[in-house]
């Protein structure tokens, strides 16, 4: 056995002593053949390249670039964190020796870029040839979307970053801490891990916050958050505070279970009562309900009118009070999920969520209940009469995001990188909005986030929210 072995590796070094012989000698032999081209890509010389940010109108490539023989072709390819594909764009310019181009990336046109919210990251590479087949591609460079048009100060760790105008370090660093906390719940007490880094932009003014959002967006939106470059846009002034920081962290909560489980069209199958319930049930430290929907949840309670849990499973209804009932109530299941069974159980139904399950059988799963059933154990636990459930079993349906995947003017219109027709760019903008508070309304209630928010909004909003058909 050990002759053989020894022979064997004998057999072995004589192989590997060949090949390394044979790889020196095609190395020699490549560089010999491709030398006249590695010496000519030295003649091109980028002199100078920058990106010019003019958020909300475009950012700007630039690039001044030298060589022996005429440039005659300029490729630009942009790649965004986050965005499953890049674009590239043949950059129109006179062939000369000596060249100075520009791209403008549109953030107001889908078909020249398309949108990209402040704190949006990526890198772009120049392709330049000229006329004598000399070839240079720059290395990557990066670049960060930025809102000049205000003066942000920042507070942030490796996890988050919060970023305000207006307000001092107090305004500031009361939203941080909030943030952390919210942040810190969901990754310790509920176990979501791998949570990307979040940023978080605070516009003071109603003007402002729209000039900063996509083209078109609702006039009742809020706050809004683009999941996959990690940010987080929202509109509240310094004295409306306790509304922020419930915003704060509602809109976090969404941004991180949207980063968890999240399917290649978008979210897939976590019952929106569950979205949302979760979202109110980490607006505070201690998880507090919030007093209006409290309110009408405990009189729908008494009065036996609570909505069947089934209802809400992919959106709450249009009705303001009956909006407001469905916060109330998603927050109380939650809540008793998360206190009498466990967060442990509550994470693990999480984990079974993001495998693709469907929103009763992750249920039945973990908890060995499907939704109606789940509903009546916690009807029981407030006191209420069991729901009748009826015994047919429901059709299976397909899976639906539960996020909405994209505004329609920002629909998705993935283009492979690989494409060097004039400028049409991919634009995956993964969006959940959420209406802000009535500036005409003086009083805020504290916790006016989502449907609660509807009731102050009047007719115009509840025009917006039939049109827009649940994606409260
Ligand atoms: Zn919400």
Request: aromatic letters at 10%.
């Given at each position: 056995?050990?002759?053989?072995?020894?022979?064997?590796?004998?057999?072995?070094?004589?192989?590997?002593?060949?090949?390394?012989?044979?790889?020196?000698?095609?190395?020699?032999?490549?560089?010999?053949?491709?030398?006249?081209?590695?010496?000519?890509?030295?003649?091109?010389?980028?002199?100078?390249?920058?990106?010019?940010?003019?958020?909300?109108?475009?950012?700007?490539?630039?690039?001044?670039?030298?060589?022996?023989?005429?440039?005659?072709?300029?490729?630009?390819?942009?790649?965004?964190?986050?965005?499953?594909?890049?674009?590239?764009?043949?950059?129109?310019?006179?062939?000369?020796?000596?060249?100075?181009?520009?791209?403008?990336?549109?953030?107001?046109?889908?078909?020249?870029?398309?949108?990209?919210?402040?704190?949006?990251?990526?890198?772009?590479?120049?392709?330049?040839?000229?006329?004598?087949?000399?070839?240079?591609?720059?290395?990557?460079?990066?670049?960060?979307?930025?809102?000049?048009?205000?003066?942000?100060?920042?507070?942030?760790?490796?996890?988050?970053?919060?970023?305000?105008?207006?307000?001092?370090?107090?305004?500031?660093?009361?939203?941080?801490?909030?943030?952390?906390?919210?942040?810190?719940?969901?990754?310790?007490?509920?176990?979501?891990?791998?949570?990307?880094?979040?940023?978080?932009?605070?516009?003071?003014?109603?003007?402002?916050?729209?000039?900063?959002?996509?083209?078109?967006?609702?006039?009742w939106?809020?706050?809004?958050?683009?999941?996959?470059?990690?940010?987080?846009?929202?509109?509240?002034?310094?004295?409306?505070?306790?509304w922020?920081?419930r915003?704060?962290?509602h809109?976090?909560s969404h941004?991180?279970?949207?980063?968890?489980?999240?399917?290649?069209?978008?979210?897939?199958?976590v019952p929106h009562w569950l979205d949302e319930g979760l979202a109110v049930y980490n607006e505070m430290?201690?998880h507090a309900p919030d007093e209006q929907f409290e309110r009408v949840f405990l009189l729908a309670a008494r009065r036996d009118t609570l909505i069947p849990l089934k209802k809400l499973e992919q959106r709450f209804p249009e009705d303001t009070s009956e909006a407001q009932l469905a916060y109330g109530q998603s927050y109380d299941v939650v809540k008793f999920m998360i206190?009498?069974?466990?967060?442990?159980?509550?994470?693990?139904?999480?984990?079974?969520?993001?495998?693709?399950?469907?929103p009763?059988?992750?249920?039945?799963?973990?908890?060995?209940?499907?939704q109606d059933?789940l509903e009546n154990a916690w009807r029981q636990k407030i006191g209420a009469p069991p729901r009748a459930?009826?015994?047919?079993?429901?059709?299976?349906?397909?899976?639906?995001?539960t996020?909405?995947?994209?505004?329609?003017?920002?629909?998705?219109?993935?283009?492979?990188?690989?494409?060097?027709?004039?400028?049409?760019?991919?634009?995956?903008?993964?969006?959940?909005?959420h209406p802000?508070p009535n500036?005409?309304?003086?009083?805020l209630p504290a916790s006016g986030l989502c449907g609660g928010v509807v009731m102050l909004s009047g007719v115009?909003a509840l025009?917006?929210l039939k049109?827009r058909a649940g994606k409260v």
């Amino acid at each position: 056995m050990i002759r053989q072995r020894a022979r064997l590796n004998h057999v072995l070094f004589f192989f590997t002593m060949r090949l390394k012989i044979f790889s020196a000698c095609f190395l020699a032999l490549m560089s010999l053949l491709l030398a006249p081209r590695a010496f000519a890509q030295s003649p091109i010389v980028v002199a100078s390249q920058s990106v010019d940010m003019l958020f909300p109108r475009a950012m700007r490539f630039n690039l001044e670039a030298t060589s022996a023989a005429p440039i005659r072709t300029l490729i630009l390819t942009v790649r965004q964190r986050g965005a499953a594909l890049g674009s590239r764009f043949a950059v129109p310019f006179a062939p000369a020796t000596n060249i100075r181009a520009e791209f403008e990336w549109s953030f107001q046109s889908a078909a020249a870029g398309g949108y990209l919210p402040p704190g949006a990251e990526g890198d772009y590479t120049w392709h330049i040839e000229d006329a004598a087949d000399n070839v240079l591609d720059t290395p990557r460079a990066e670049y960060v979307v930025t809102d000049r048009a205000h003066k942000w100060a920042t507070r942030a760790n490796d996890a988050l970053s919060v970023n305000w105008y207006q307000g001092g370090d107090d305004f500031g660093s009361a939203i941080f801490t909030r943030a952390v906390a919210a942040r810190e719940f969901l990754a310790r007490e509920l176990g979501i891990e791998n949570i990307p880094p979040l940023k978080l932009f605070i516009y003071a003014t109603k003007g402002e916050f729209f000039t900063a959002l996509p083209p078109f967006s609702a006039e009742w939106t809020g706050g809004r958050m683009f999941p996959d470059y990690g940010v987080i846009l929202i509109n509240f002034a310094p004295e409306n505070m306790e509304w922020g920081l419930r915003a704060t962290s509602h809109e976090l909560s969404h941004a991180i279970l949207h980063s968890k489980i999240r399917g290649t069209i978008g979210e897939l199958s976590v019952p929106h009562w569950l979205d949302e319930g979760l979202a109110v049930y980490n607006e505070m430290n201690d998880h507090a309900p919030d007093e209006q929907f409290e309110r009408v949840f405990l009189l729908a309670a008494r009065r036996d009118t609570l909505i069947p849990l089934k209802k809400l499973e992919q959106r709450f209804p249009e009705d303001t009070s009956e909006a407001q009932l469905a916060y109330g109530q998603s927050y109380d299941v939650v809540k008793f999920m998360i206190e009498e069974y466990g967060a442990e159980k509550f994470s693990a139904l999480l984990d079974v969520y993001e495998r693709g399950a469907l929103p009763d059988d992750g249920l039945r799963q973990v908890y060995d209940m499907n939704q109606d059933e789940l509903e009546n154990a916690w009807r029981q636990k407030i006191g209420a009469p069991p729901r009748a459930i009826s015994t047919a079993r429901m059709p299976t349906v397909a899976p639906r995001p539960t996020f909405e995947v994209s505004a329609p003017l920002n629909a998705s219109t993935a283009v492979p990188a690989v494409s060097t027709t004039p400028p049409v760019a991919p634009t995956r903008v993964a969006q959940v909005e959420h209406p802000a508070p009535n500036s005409s309304t003086p009083a805020l209630p504290a916790s006016g986030l989502c449907g609660g928010v509807v009731m102050l909004s009047g007719v115009a909003a509840l025009r917006a929210l039939k049109r827009r058909a649940g994606k409260v």
